[in-house]
C-alpha cells in the first residue's frame, strides 16, 4: 500500500474495523459475451437516467459511449484484425510471467468438476491465430486503493465504506464538480438534467440530480449481504464480486489458464498495487492493451504527490504563522 | 429523526476518531448510515418467470403498495442461476413504463382520432361483433357437401408470452366457434 | 440447457445464442472452461462468435451442403457410430422400389406432380407388406449393403456434396470443412457428444424443416440423440413459443399435436386412424385416447361415444389457414374481425406492408398489448399513411385496443424451449383496465354464451356445450390453476373420479377419464402444480427434476433409451444418464426413462399388440411407427424424405448441383405486392444482387413492443442499421455511420450503415456474394420510443411447404448510399428497380392472372363459400412451373 491507504486497506485506513474484507469486482473480457446485461442492471437497481441522444454513436455495437455521471457500467465494443491479434499476444506474453504449476480447466459453479472418463485425447493445442475478433468489455468505476475523487471531496461527499469501495453521499454533495478532475479513469461525473428519465412516471425524484454521480459497488445492496446488480445479473459471469484479494488469485489463475491454452494476449489490469491508484478494487482481464479498452495505461491519482504536498504546505504553514506570529509580537511591542 | 449532537460534527468525528484523514467513518451522513435496498421495504417477493425469450430464467419480483419495485433474477433456477439478460433486467420497466396504456382505446370506423370507452362496453360490442362475423361468414359445408362447420370471417394472431392457459382457451372458444384462422407468432 | 456443459463439442449453426439467449449462453462457457470446442457457422460474425473457438462464415442457405458433406464424410470413410447406428435407426430398413432419388431425377423426387407442385409420398414408403409395415416391421437388411437400403440410399444420395462442392456452395475452405467434420468425428462415440443448437437460421426458410432435419441424420449416424450432451437443440425464440406449440394457437394442430380435422374426415375413427394406427409401434397408437380426452375436456357430458365424442363439433380445414393465407383473404375482404393478443404483424410479419393494408380492409380488430403498437395505430401513423396510398378517413376498420396485463399482473405458466413448464405466482394486480387474455377470453366466451343462449341453431350447439365455467377470485380473475388442471386432465366416474391423471397413461377411451393436451398430463399430478416446484438448483442433481415439471412425464432427455446400448448398459460411465438395472428388473437413471419401464432391453416385442407392448427392448424411439431414429423420413415432410440442397427463389447463385433450382413445393402468393426478384433464373436477377438476412440483436425484442418503449434497452440500440462488409461500402459508396436505402422487390427502407470485417464476402466459384445484415426490431408509427424502417417490409410472403414459415433468411436486394424518398416516391422507387428487373410484365401477367382468379371474397349472401383443398390448389403458369400458388386460403 502506498499514499494515503495504511497498510489494512483503504477501509482500515478510514475508520472502519480491520477485520471486513475488501470487496470489488473481476471484470473477465475474455467471456464477456456483450450483452449489456450489467449496463440495465445497474440502471434499474440505481434507477439512472438514460444517458444518450437515442442515436447510433459510431462505436460497433456501443451505444451508450461511456462511464459517466447516468452510466455506471459501460461495455465497449472493439473490432480487430490478425495483426493487431498478433500483437497483442506478443505484448501479452512479454507481460506474464508463466513459471505457474499446470492445471486443468477450473470446474465453475456448483456443478463441480470435469465429467469423468479418458480425457487425454482433448485437444490442448494453441487456437490459429483467427482473422478476426470482437473484444467486449465492461468498465466501472475502479474503486481505488487511492481514489482521486474522494482525496479531494472538500465536503466529505465521498467516503470510503467498509467495503473498501468509494461512494458519493448525494445528500452531502454541493456539486462543486471538484472530483471530477480529481479522476484518472474519467469516471465520476455530474449528474445534469439528462436527456431523457425513464422514471418521468416515478414518485421519487432524481436525488442525484446537480451532484457527482458514479459506481457505489451497490453500497445498498452491500450492506444487506446481497451482490451488487451487474455481477449478479451477468449471464456469463463475467462479472464476478467478491473478495478482492481472492478475485485476484482467481484472475491469476485465469490468466495462466490461457496462456497455457495459447491465448498470451490475456493479461490483468488493475492488480498491481504499486500502480499510480495504488491498485484498484475492480480487476480486469484483457485481451489487448488498456487504451484499446478506452482504459488509461497509466493511470496516476492526482494526489499522488499529496504527501509531499502536505509536508512542503505544512512548512510553508508552519513559516507564514511564525510570521504572523511574530508580527503580532512586533505589534503588541 | 436523531437530534445532531455536538459529537456528530463530521469534523469532530473525525478528530476523535479512527478516521483522520476524513474520507470513510467520520464522514458518513446520517441516511448513509440507515442506507438498506429499496426492496428491504418491500411487502412481498414473488416467483415469476422472465417474459421474453424461451430460456425461461426466473425471477423474483419485489412489490410494494401493490406496486413493483424490482425484478431480479432467482439464483434458485437450475437453468438461469439468477442471472437475466438486458431484456430480462429491465423487465421492471415492462410494469412501469410512460408509453404503456391502462384504459381502453377505441377508433370508429373511419375515424382520425381514438376514443375513450369502458371495457365493459368494448367487451359487450365486440362480443356482437363476433357473433355478427360468425353469422355473415359461416360455411356449412364444402361445395362437395363435405361438412366444414367453420367460419372464415374471423381470424387471430397470438404472441408467444401469452400462458399456456390463455393459449388453450383461446383454442378452445376459438374452434367451438368454428374460427380457424388462430394463429401464432410459432408460424413467424 | 444445463445439458451443454455435458458437450464435448457445440456447434452452433442458424443461431447467434450468446445475443438470443444470453443466459443459455453461460452453459456453453460453463461447457467451454470443462475443455469443450465451440464452432459457430453463421453468415455473420456475431457476439456468439466472439466466444466460440472458430467462426465458420457460410453463404445463407447452404447449410445442406455443408451438413450433407459432413454425412458423406462419415459415410464414405465409415466414421458413423455403426452400433448405434444399425440398433437404433432405419439405416437397415429397406425403401420402395418406387423411390426415385434427386440424384437420378435432377433434383426432384420421384412422386412429384408439377401440376399441384406437390409430391405423392406414397413413392417414398418403407418396402415390405403393407401390413408388416403398419407394425413398424418393413423389410430390413441388417448387413446395411442393399442397394435400397437407408444406408445406401444416402451414400448415393450426398455422394456428391463433397468438400470442393462445400466450397463452390457454402464458400466455406476445405480447410474449414476438415476442422468440422473432424470435431464431430472426434466428438462423438461412446465416450464424448456433440451438440448441434439452431434457431431461426433454420427454421426461416423455403426448405427450413430440412434444414433441421439434416442435423437430426447426422447426429444419428454420430450416435448423438437421446444421449447427455447430444441432440439438436431448438433455441426458441419466445417465454412459451414451445407452449404455443404444444397447447396450440396454430391452425392446423389441436392440443398435443393432434392434427386439425381436414375436410373429407368425417368419421372420428378416420380422423383418429390417419393419425395413429391401433396396430402400429409406439405411443401414437393411442392417438385416439389423447383425442376422446381433448373431447370430454371441451365438450364435458355432451361428449359420448354415440356422437363420436363431439368431433363433429370441431372445424374443418380444406388447406393451409396460415397467417400468411389470411392477410391475403383480408385483402379481398374475406375476414371481418382479427384479435391480435400480444402480436405485432406490421412490424413482424413478412411483408409489412400487405399485413398493414390487410388491417385496412377489416371491419373490425382487437388489440391487446401493453402500449399503442403499430399493428394498432396503423389507420393513424404507418408507412402507407404517409406515403398517401392509404387516407385514415377510408379506412373503416373499428379498432378496439384492449390494455394487457403483464407477466407480473398474472398467474399461468410457460413452457419454454427444453419443454419445461414454469409457473408464475401473480405479484400485483394489473393497473387501471389493463386485464389478462385468460379473464379476457373468460369473460368474452362467457358473454357471448349468455348473448346465444336461447338459440337453437344447431351452428351454436358448440359454443353452448362448451364446458365453461372457470373460478374467478373476489376480482373477477379467473384461476389460471383450473385451466392447468383442465389441460391436466382427471377421473370423471369411478373411484377416482375428480382426481387429477398422473400421466397420460391413465387417459381411458370410455369417456371416464378427461384431459386437454395428452403431453401436459401429470402436470397436475397429485392435484399440485408441478410446475410451480422450485426446489433449488443447487439442491438437486445436475438435471434437476424438481424444478418446474417438463413433457412428457418430467422427463429432461427424450428417446434417452438410446443412451445405453442395445443390452442396455450406458455407452460410457462418463456419459451415462439411463440404463437397464437387472436385479431391479426396470429401467433406471438420473433422467425419467423414456421406455416402458420394465421392458428388457432383450424384449422382441409384442406385434400382435400394437402400441408401447409392441415396441422391441431396443427401439428406442417410441414416438416413431417403427421404433427407430429416421435417417430418412418416410412421412411426415412434404418436400422430401432426404434433405437436398435448393438455392433460395432470389439467389443469385445458380444451383451447382441440381437443374432443379429451388424447393419445388415451396409456397408463395402471386401478388403485383409480393414480387420477387427472379435472382439467378433470369438477367433481371442482377438488379438485386445482394443477399440479406434478418435477425434479432440481443437489446430487442421481436417487434419491439416489448423493447422499443423501454428506456434502458431503447439507448442500447436506438437506431435501425444494416451491417456491410468493408468491400461492399466500398462497392457501392457507403460511409460508415452515414445512410443507405435498401430495395427489394416489395419495397424500400433506410437504415444507418455499419461497415464491419464481421460480415465476410465469400467466394463462390469465379463470384464474390455479399450478404447485408439487418435487424428486424424496428417500425414506424406507434407510440414506440424508438422507431425505423422495418426490414420486414422488405421480405415477400414465401413459405416453407412443411411449415407455412416465411423465408426471412435469404431475401435478394440493392443497396445505395443516402436515405430513402418520402411519400409516393418511395412506391415510385420500388416500381423503378422492378421495372429494371423485368418484373413489370410480370406485373402485368399477375394483375390479369388475378382478376380471372378465384376470390374468396365477402359473402353478404349468406351462401357459402367457394373453397379450394390443397389438392385443387391452382397452378398459374409462371416462368418457372413449380412454383405453387396457395389459392386455397
Same mark, same amino acid.
Given at each position: ?333 | ?188 | ?151 445406401? #440410399? ?14 463452390? =456452395?457454402?464458400? #466455406? ?142 372445424? @374443418? ?133 349468455? @348473448?346465444?343462449?336461447?338459440? =337453437? ?9 362448451? =364446458? ?183 439467389? =443469385? ?43 434479432? #440483436? ?185 412454383? @405453387? ?5
Amino acid at each position: 500500500m502506498s499514499l494515503l491507504a495504511g497498510p489494512d486497506g483503504p477501509a482500515a485506513s478510514s475508520g472502519w474495523s480491520a477485520e471486513g474484507p475488501r470487496k470489488g469486482f473481476f471484470t473477465d473480457t475474455s467471456i464477456c459475451i456483450g450483452c449489456k446485461a450489467c449496463e440495465v442492471a445497474c440502471k434499474e437497481w440505481n434507477h439512472n437516467p438514460v444517458d444518450g441522444p437515442m442515436e447510433i454513436l459510431g462505436s460497433s455495437y456501443d451505444n451508450t459511449g461511456e462511464l459517466g455521471a447516468n452510466t455506471w457500467r459501460h461495455v465497449a465494443f472493439v473490432e480487430q484484425g490478425r495483426e493487431r491479434i498478433e500483437e497483442a499476444r506478443e505484448s501479452g506474453r512479454r507481460l506474464v510471467s508463466l513459471g505457474m504449476p499446470g492445471i486443468g480447466p477450473k470446474p465453475s459453479g456448483p456443478r463441480g468438476a470435469v465429467p469423468a472418463g479418458d480425457l487425454s485425447s482433448t485437444d490442448r493445442t494453441p487456437p490459429d491465430t483467427p482473422e478476426f475478433r470482437w473484444l467486449m468489455s465492461s468498465d466501472v468505476c475502479k474503486h481505488c486503493t487511492n481514489a482521486g475523487c474522494l482525496d479531494v471531496c472538500p465536503t466529505g461527499a465521498i467516503f470510503r465504506s467498509e467495503f473498501g469501495s468509494v461512494v458519493v453521499q448525494e445528500d452531502v454533495c454541493n456539486g462543486c464538480g471538484t472530483c471530477v478532475s480529481a479522476c484518472p479513469f474519467g469516471v465520476i461525473q455530474r449528474r445534469d438534467d439528462g436527456t431523457v428519465s425513464p422514471h418521468d412516471e416515478r414518485e421519487a425524484p432524481d436525488e442525484r440530480r446537480g451532484t457527482a454521480s458514479k459506481c457505489t459497488l451497490c453500497y445498498d445492496r452491500l450492506v444487506d449481504g446481497e451482490q451488487p446488480a451487474c455481477s449478479a445479473t451477468c449471464p456469463t459471469q463475467s462479472i464476478t464480486f467478491g473478495e478482492t484479494e481472492e478475485l485476484v488469485e482467481d484472475a491469476r489463475e485465469r490468466v495462466a489458464d490461457l496462456h497455457r491454452r495459447g491465448m498470451t494476449e490475456a493479461r490483468l489490469y488493475g492488480a498491481n498495487p504499486r500502480d499510480g491508484v495504488g491498485g484498484t478494487g475492480s480487476v480486469f482481464l484483457l485481451l489487448d492493451e488498456p487504451e484499446v479498452y478506452g482504459l488509461p495505461p497509466d493511470p496516476q491519482v492526482p494526489t499522488k504527490a499529496l504527501p509531499q504536498l502536505y509536508l512542503r504546505t505544512g512548512l510553508a504553514a508552519a513559516g507564514m504563522a511564525a510570521v504572523a506570529a511574530l508580527s503580532f509580537l512586533g505589534a503588541r511591542r | 429523526m436523531a437530534r445532531r449532537t455536538f459529537l456528530d460534527w463530521p469534523v469532530i468525528r473525525q478528530l476523535r476518531g479512527a478516521d483522520p484523514t476524513g474520507r470513510g467513518t467520520a464522514v458518513t451522513s446520517e441516511r448513509t448510515r440507515r442506507t438498506a435496498p429499496r426492496t428491504a421495504a418491500a411487502d412481498g417477493v414473488t416467483d415469476s418467470v422472465c417474459p421474453y425469450c424461451a430460456v425461461g430464467c426466473a425471477q423474483r419480483v419485489a412489490h410494494q403498495d401493490g406496486r413493483v419495485i424490482q425484478i431480479e433474477g432467482s439464483p434458485d433456477s437450475p437453468i438461469s442461476r439468477g442471472r437475466l439478460c438486458p431484456k430480462g433486467a429491465a423487465s421492471e420497466q415492462l410494469v412501469s413504463f410512460s408509453r404503456r396504456e391502462t384504459t381502453v382505446r377505441y377508433r370508429r370506423a373511419h375515424g382520425t382520432e381514438w376514443e375513450d370507452l369502458d371495457l365493459d362496453t368494448a367487451m359487450d360490442m365486440i362480443a356482437d361483433r363476433f357473433i355478427a362475423a360468425r353469422r355473415r361468414s359461416w360455411q356449412d359445408e364444402d361445395e362437395h357437401g363435405r361438412p366444414l362447420k367453420r367460419t372464415m370471417g374471423i381470424a387471430s394472431l397470438g404472441g408467444a408470452t401469452i400462458d399456456n392457459e390463455e393459449n388453450y382457451l383461446i383454442k378452445k372458444f376459438f374452434t367451438a366457434a368454428g374460427a380457424i384462422q388462430i394463429e401464432n407468432q410459432a408460424r413467424i | 440447457m444445463q445439458d451443454f456443459a455435458n458437450a464435448d463439442l457445440i456447434v452452433i449453426e442458424g443461431s447467434n445464442m450468446a445475443e438470443a439467449h444470453p443466459v443459455a449462453f453461460q452453459w456453453v462457457i460453463e461447457a467451454k472452461k470443462r475443455g469443450a470446442r465451440v464452432l459457430h457457422i453463421d453468415p455473420r460474425f456475431t457476439r456468439t462468435s466472439a466466444n466460440a473457438d472458430r467462426h465458420i462464415p457460410i453463404r445463407a442457405g447452404t447449410d445442406i451442403v455443408l451438413l450433407g458433406g459432413v454425412i458423406r464424410h462419415l459415410l464414405e470413410n465409415e466414421l458413423y457410430f455403426a452400433e448405434y447406428v444399425r440398433a437404433y435407426t432405419n439405416a437397415s430398413t429397406l425403401i420402395s422400389e418406387e423411390y426415385g432419388d434427386p440424384e437420378d431425377l435432377d433434383g426432384l423426387f420421384s412422386g412429384y406432380d408439377p401440376a399441384t407442385s406437390t409430391y405423392d409420398t406414397a413413392h417414398w414408403a418403407y418396402a415390405g407388406d403393407t401390413e408388416q409395415v403398419a407394425r413398424g416391421l418393413p423389410e430390413r437388411d441388417e448387413t446395411l449393403q442393399h442397394p435400397r437400403c437407408v444406408l445406401q #440410399i444416402l451414400r448415393r444420395h450426398y455422394a456428391r456434396y463433397t468438400p470442393e462442392m462445400v466450397q463452390n =456452395t457454402c464458400g #466455406i475452405s476445405p480447410e474449414d470443412f476438415e476442422h468440422l467434420a473432424t470435431a464431430l468425428v472426434e466428438n462423438s462415440g461412446r465416450e464424448r457428444t456433440a451438440v448441434f443448437a439452431y434457431a431461426l437460421g433454420w427454421t426461416q426458410h423455403q426448405g427450413g424443416a430440412q434444414m433441421i432435419r439434416t442435423a437430426a441424420v447426422l447426429q444419428l449416424l454420430l450416435g448423438n440423440m437421446g444421449r447427455p450432451g447430444g441432440g439438436v437443440m431448438a433455441l426458441r425464440g419466445h417465454a412459451t413459443i414451445q407452449g404455443s406449440t404444444d397447447i396450440p394457437t396454430l391452425f392446423h394442430i389441436l392440443p398435443g399435436y393432434l392434427p386439425m380435422p381436414t375436410v373429407g374426415e368425417d368419421d372420428f375413427a378416420a380422423y383418429t386412424r390417419k393419425i395413429g394406427m391401433k396396430e402400429q409401434k409406439g405411443f401414437w397408437a393411442d392417438a385416439d385416447v389423447y383425442a376422446i380426452n381433448l373431447l370430454k375436456a371441451w365438450w364435458g357430458e355432451h361428449a359420448t361415444a354415440e356422437n363420436d365424442w363431439g368431433y363433429h363439433h370441431l372445424p @374443418k380445414l380444406t388447406g393451409a389457414h396460415g397467417t400468411y393465407q389470411t392477410v391475403m383473404r383480408m385483402l379481398e375482404d374475406g375476414v371481418d374481425g382479427y384479435f391480435l393478443f400480444g402480436q405485432n404483424p406490421a412490424v413482424g410479419s413478412a411483408n409489412g406492408r400487405l399485413q398493414r393494408l390487410g388491417m385496412a380492409h377489416l371491419r373490425w380488430m382487437v388489440v391487446r398489448d401493453f402500449s399503442l403498437i403499430e399493428s394498432a395505430t396503423f389507420w393513424k401513423d404507418s408507412p402507407e399513411i404517409e406515403s398517401g396510398e392509404l387516407r385514415t378517413e377510408d379506412i373503416g376498420t373499428e379498432v378496439f385496443f384492449l390494455p394487457a396485463a403483464n407477466h407480473t399482473e398474472k398467474a399461468g405458466s410457460f413452457t419454454q424451449t427444453q419443454r419445461l413448464v414454469q409457473w408464475r405466482d401473480q405479484a400485483v394486480r394489473p393497473p387501471g383496465e389493463a386485464r389478462s387474455d385468460l379473464e379476457f377470453m373468460v369473460d368474452l366466451g362467457t358473454r357471448i354464451r349468455e @348473448k346465444l343462449r336461447d338459440s =337453437t341453431d344447431p351452428r351454436d350447439r358448440a359454443i353452448l356445450d362448451l =364446458t365453461w365455467d372457470y373460478p374467478r377470485d373476489a376480482h373477477g380473475e379467473p384461476d389460471a390453476e383450473a385451466v392447468l388442471a383442465e389441460i391436466n386432465g382427471r377421473h370423471l366416474t369411478g373411484e377416482r373420479a375428480g382426481e387429477p391423471l398422473a400421466s397420460f397413461g391413465e387417459m381411458a377411451d370410455d369417456g371416464s377419464t378427461m384431459g386437454g393436451c395428452w403431453i401436459y398430463a401429470g402436470v397436475f399430478a397429485d392435484g399440485v402444480n408441478q410446475a410451480r416446484r422450485r426446489t433449488p438448483g443447487a439442491e438437486q442433481e445436475e438435471i434437476a427434476p424438481a424444478w418446474g415439471w417438463a413433457w412428457p412425464a418430467n422427463r429432461r432427455v427424450l428417446y434417452n433409451r438410446a443412451s445405453a446400448d442395445p443390452a442396455g448398459r450406458p455407452w460410457s460411465e462418463r456419459k451415462k444418464l439411463v440404463w437397464w438395472d437387472e436385479e431391479a428388473g426396470c429401467w433406471t437413471g438420473h433422467d425419467v426413462p423414456d421406455f416402458p419401464l420394465t421392458k428388457r432391453p432383450d424384449d422382441p416385442g409384442d406385434p400382435a399388440q400394437g402400441g408401447a407392448a409392441a415396441l422391441a427392448g431396443t427401439d428406442a424411439f417410441t414416438m416413431q411407427a417403427d421404433g427407430r431414429g429416421w435417417l430418412f423420413a418416410p412421412t411426415g415432410l412434404v418436400d422430401g424424405p432426404l434433405p437436398t440442397h435448393y438455392e433460395s427463389p432470389e439467389s =443469385t447463385v445458380p444451383n451447382p448441383l441440381y437443374t432443379q433450382q429451388s424447393n419445388p413445393t415451396r409456397v408463395t402468393f402471386r401478388s403485383e405486392d409480393n414480387l420477387s426478384s427472379p435472382g439467378a433464373s433470369a438477367p433481371g436477377g442482377a438488379v438485386y444482387p445482394y443477399i440479406f438476412t434478418t435477425y434479432r #440483436i440481443t437489446e430487442h425484442h421481436t417487434a419491439g413492443g416489448m423493447s422499443r418503449s423501454l428506456p434502458y434497452l431503447a439507448e442500447l440500440q436506438p437506431e435501425m442499421y444494416c451491417e456491410v462488409s468493408p468491400q461492399l461500402a466500398e462497392e457501392v459508396g457507403l460511409e460508415p455511420y452515414g445512410w443507405a436505402t435498401l430495395i427489394s422487390a416489395r419495397s424500400a427502407i433506410e437504415a444507418k450503415v455499419l461497415v464491419t470485417e464481421r460480415m465476410t464476402p465469400l467466394t463462390i466459384g469465379e463470384r464474390t456474394i455479399h450478404q447485408i445484415g439487418l435487424p428486424f426490431h424496428w417500425g414506424r408509427g406507434g407510440t414506440a420510443m424508438i422507431q425505423g424502417d422495418g426490414a420486414n417490409d422488405l421480405i415477400g410472403m414465401n413459405l416453407d411447404a412443411n411449415t407455412q414459415i416465411q423465408n426471412s433468411k435469404i431475401n435478394s436486394c440493392t443497396i445505395i448510399p443516402g436515405r430513402r424518398p418520402q411519400g409516393a416516391e418511395r412506391g415510385e422507387l420500388v416500381r423503378e428497380y422492378r421495372r429494371r428487373a423485368g418484373l413489370v410484365d410480370l406485373e402485368h401477367l399477375e394483375v390479369d392472372g388475378a382478376a380471372g382468379a378465384p376470390g374468396a371474397g365477402p359473402d353478404q349472401t349468406g351462401a357459402v363459400h367457394t373453397v379450394r383443398g390443397p389438392e385443387e390448389a391452382a397452378a398459374v403458369p409462371t416462368e418457372e412451373s413449380t412454383t @405453387k400458388e396457395m389459392r386455397n386460403r
